[in-house]
């Protein structure tokens, strides 16, 4: 019986695209990438399978999976000498599944503050220079704060940035912004690395993180990072109609939050 595993004739495979081809296309880079893509599919691929996919010579499909090989994202198989996924693979894969784990087990946590407070809830990541909002429930009132679900806003122009920027030391955050000026998303965003500097030492000291229409006009909001030694950077975030946040329900979600985030870190553990 003929073997179909690793033919490229006998299983003609429709490779992904998700938007227009770039401008510039680096040839290299998405021949490695279709071979990533190709060995996902199918598990295993030989080295000529891999160059008549490509339609390049054997030794330039040699050269790329030495590539990927030296960085972990394909291994050979000792016997077979076919190319499987390598460690570099897994290691994105259960971080893909940590996060998804994280959204999921945090949920409750979220859909009570909701139910409490009777306000938008977001739960946030660091990512860079970015805070992406992986999580949200929108307030249940009439006049309300908007999801953010699925959004990337720049972190120091954000309670929930400022919340998880405040972890990292002032060497780290000063490679981190290397540049002495920030861009802002409002007139209120911090625009300069040294008031950020200033801003995330109070943050420090209070134990929760502030943003009064500095990413959205009518918007305030408070933030509370978890723990460090959780698996990757986040927060939780509460965002009010900026006409609803005065000194006192500042003060009582703070201490909701910081509650929520001890509960959401037992829970991720």
């Not at 540049?179 to 008031?195: F, G, H, N, V, Y």
Request: aromatic fraction near 4%; proline fraction near 6%; charged fraction near 25%.
């Amino acid at each position: 019986m003929p073997d179909h595993a690793g033919s490229p004739d006998a299983d003609p495979l429709s490779e992904p695209e998700y938007s227009a081809p770039p401008q510039y296309p680096i040839e290299s880079v998405d021949n490695a990438l279709r071979l990533l893509w190709l060995i996902g599919e199918r598990g295993a691929l030989r080295l000529t399978d891999a160059g008549d996919h490509l339609g390049v010579a054997s030794s330039t499909a040699h050269r790329l999976l030495a590539m990927l090989q030296y960085r972990g994202f394909v291994r050979q198989n000792r016997q077979s000498r076919m190319y499987e996924p390598g460690p570099s693979i897994d290691k994105i894969a259960f971080s893909l599944l940590a996060r998804l784990d994280v959204r999921e087990r945090a949920r409750p946590v979220l859909e009570r503050l909701n139910a409490e407070l009777r306000e938008t809830v977001h739960l946030g990541r660091l990512e860079g220079q970015l805070v992406h909002f992986i999580d949200s429930i929108e307030s249940p009132r009439a006049v309300r704060v908007g999801s953010r679900l699925g959004r990337s806003m720049l972190a120091h122009c954000t309670s929930t940035g400022k919340a998880m920027l405040a972890q990292l030391p002032d060497a780290g955050l000063v490679e981190l912004y290397p540049e002495p000026k920030l861009e802002q998303m409002t007139s209120e965003s911090i625009d300069t690395r040294d008031a950020l500097l200033d801003e995330l030492r109070e943050v420090r000291r209070k134990g929760y993180a502030t943003s009064k229409e500095e990413s959205e006009d009518g918007v305030a909001s408070v933030a509370v990072a978890l723990p460090r030694s959780s698996r990757t950077p986040l927060a939780l975030n509460i965002s009010v109609p900026v006409n609803r946040m005065n000194a006192a329900t500042r003060r009582a979600i703070a201490a909701a939050l910081t509650e929520a985030v001890k509960e959401i870190d037992e829970l991720i553990i």
